[in-house]
């Protein structure tokens, strides 16, 4: 197959794939807005990781030796593997701005609910996951930024442990 069919191929596998993610996406925010008024931020955080790689390995496509774009032609696990790289990463960087390791005006402010005095429980984890949102509009476009970029950019979140 010529590199420019491979090329194709791999294309519309991600294409696919993102119409796919979208509807994912879709069910991913109905039923929580459904069950308690509002969508998992988590969720949302790795839905713009995984596009983030999509993307990026749209870009990087011209420039892969044959090798690579011949391997990406004829597996879909290839071609799903560094987006769900890139979504594992944003939720890593999604960790890392909620303990706030990392801070600045061009990262996001978070709310957080309560901790009880009886502690951390499962109630509390739960409570956690849907009630942690960002503080402000700006905040949350800084989440799907950071968001989008550590799944766009694999090196970004390893790289930040060097620092």
Same mark, same amino acid.
């Given at each position: 197959m010529a590199r420019g069919e491979q090329i194709?191929?791999?294309?519309?596998?991600? =294409?696919? +794939?993102?119409? =796919?993610? +979208?509807?994912?996406?879709?069910a991913a925010f109905t039923v929580p807005f459904i069950l308690k008024g509002r969508m998992l931020i988590v969720i949302l955080c790795l839905l713009c990781g995984i596009l983030g790689?999509?993307?990026s390995l749209q870009q990087r496509l011209s420039r892969l030796p044959l090798e690579a774009t011949s391997l990406l032609s004829t597996s879909w696990f290839q071609v799903v593997l560094r987006p769900l790289y890139g979504g594992i990463f944003a939720l890593v960087a999604y960790m890392l701005l909620l303990s706030n390791l990392v801070s600045s005006a061009i990262f996001p402010v978070f709310v957080y609910p309560l901790l009880p005095e009886s502690g951390i429980n499962p109630q509390y984890f739960i409570?956690?996951?849907?009630?942690?949102?960002?503080?402000?509009?700006?905040?949350?476009?800084k989440l799907l930024f950071w968001s989008f970029a550590a799944g766009f950019s694999e090196r970004l979140i390893p790289q930040i442990g060097q620092v």
């Open positions: 194709n191929n791999i294309t519309k596998k991600l =294409v696919i +794939l993102t119409i =796919v993610l +979208l509807a994912l996406a879709s790689g999509f993307v409570l956690f996951l849907t009630d942690t949102v960002p503080q402000t509009g700006p905040d949350f476009a």
